[in-house]
């Protein structure tokens, strides 16, 4: 689980391990992670916990770094997301967003579409900043997050 975008309207995702009592063979690293209502009133560092728990040493064993070693909360700064309906859905990301480059790189035998395109360090989520979204429909002509075309 490398360079994902995980982002909730209510508290932060990823950062309550609740039953989780061994690691198991998962590697992960580069994620960024977003509460709309809750995030910005984080005041310490919400991995602290469980970077300090025996369960993070034990996830050593099978990713040397650790579990979320390379993880941050912090706001994706994507072009649109209200945390009600009143407004549509942007999920471009916005030019300073901590998601470019803010990604870990992974090993180049790795598949990955984009991966020789990175000068520096590779964009978190789904869409980078830059790509046209993709459009669905007769001839793509629904895009994501801007509705109907007249042509594509």
Not at 8 to 15: D, Y
Not at 54 to 76: C, I, N, Q
Not at 107 to 120: G, I, L, N
């Given at each position: ?93 916005q ?30 989520g ?19 997050f ?7």
């Amino acid at each position: 689980m490398f360079n994902n975008l995980f982002v909730q309207i209510e508290k932060v995702p990823g950062t309550g391990f609740a039953g989780i009592k061994r690691p198991g063979n998962v590697r992960g690293g580069g994620n960024l992670l977003w509460g709309l209502q809750d995030g910005p009133a984080l005041t310490a560092d919400p991995f602290a916990k469980f970077r300090a728990s025996a369960l993070f040493a034990a996830s050593k064993k099978f990713y040397e770094p650790g579990l979320t070693t390379h993880d941050r909360v912090t706001d994706p700064k994507f072009v649109n997301l209200p945390a009600d309906d009143s407004q549509p859905v942007d999920l471009r990301l916005q030019p300073g967003s901590p998601a470019l480059s803010g990604g870990q790189r992974l090993p180049t035998e790795w598949p990955e579409s984009v991966h020789a395109t990175y000068k520096d360090a590779p964009h978190i989520g789904a869409i980078p900043l830059g790509v046209q979204p993709w459009g669905v429909g007769v001839n793509g002509r629904i895009l994501l997050f801007r509705g109907r075309t007249e042509k594509r």
